[in-house]
């Protein structure tokens, strides 16, 4: 596609169930990030992605989230057991090397009830 | 340890005037700086970028200054229009880490 694709655009979900959130980077973008941000906050770092390997997973809140890339495409953030303070915008961008410019998707709102 | 600071949550400009975006940063490795733009219910989109080796850069009616002495960027916008009312981040970058900052909310009044 044209640009960063994420899905779905909404998740409601419950408290303790697991969620996974898609994002289809530009077609060959090899390095590819996920953020969080959560309201009146700025963007929180979660994960970084070079191809389908993960050099950096510092920023993952908690062994509650996972994410994977597969054929350096598509990438998938798991979410399990969540919580409330879960709830926040999720946003996957992707960019050729590295992060000059990096292109957003226009994110997941993520509400647990 | 907040390594890139936007002060100003908001900022309130009259259409037509000049807008100034203050970011601040702490760490010298940091060789890029960038600027997004981001409306509501949107993912933020790239505005401008300068280079550590720079201290201008300038794109239309938006242009980035950069003060290496005093670990100090700015976003200017001149004139000011009612489009560009959203939300500003600064990031810079170390390695392949984007580093953000808050963001400022920018309000264009007609």
């Known amino acids: 596609g044209a640009g960063v694709s994420q899905s779905p655009s909404n998740k409601v979900t419950e408290k303790g169930k697991d969620v996974e959130l898609r994002c289809d980077p530009i077609?060959?973008?090899?390095?590819l990030y996920w953020y969080r941000q959560s309201l009146g906050q700025g963007l929180e770092f979660l994960i970084y992605f070079q191809g389908n390997s993960a050099p950096d997973k510092s920023g993952l809140p908690s062994d509650r989230f996972s994410a994977e890339r597969t054929g350096g495409s598509v990438s998938t953030l798991t979410i399990q057991r969540t919580q409330q303070e879960d709830s926040a915008v999720y946003l996957c961008a992707s960019s050729l090397r590295r992060p000059e410019k990096l292109f957003f998707g226009s994110g997941t709102q993520l509400s647990v009830l | 340890d907040q390594q890139v600071k936007q002060n100003s949550p908001s900022l309130s400009v009259q259409e037509g005037r000049i807008s100034i975006l203050n970011c601040d940063y702490t760490n010298s490795m940091f060789d890029y700086f960038l600027w997004y733009k981001k409306y509501p219910a949107e993912g933020p989109t790239f505005l401008i970028s300068i280079s550590s080796i720079k201290d201008k850069n300038e794109d239309g009616r938006f242009t980035v200054f950069l003060n290496k002495s005093a670990k100090h960027l700015s976003l200017h916008i001149v004139p000011s229009q009612p489009g560009d009312s959203a939300v500003y981040f600064c990031?810079?970058?170390?390695?392949?880490?984007?580093?953000w900052g808050a963001g400022t909310k920018l309000i264009i009044k007609p």
């Open positions: 990031a810079a970058i170390v390695n392949y880490q984007l580093i």
């Open positions: 077609s060959g973008h090899t390095a």
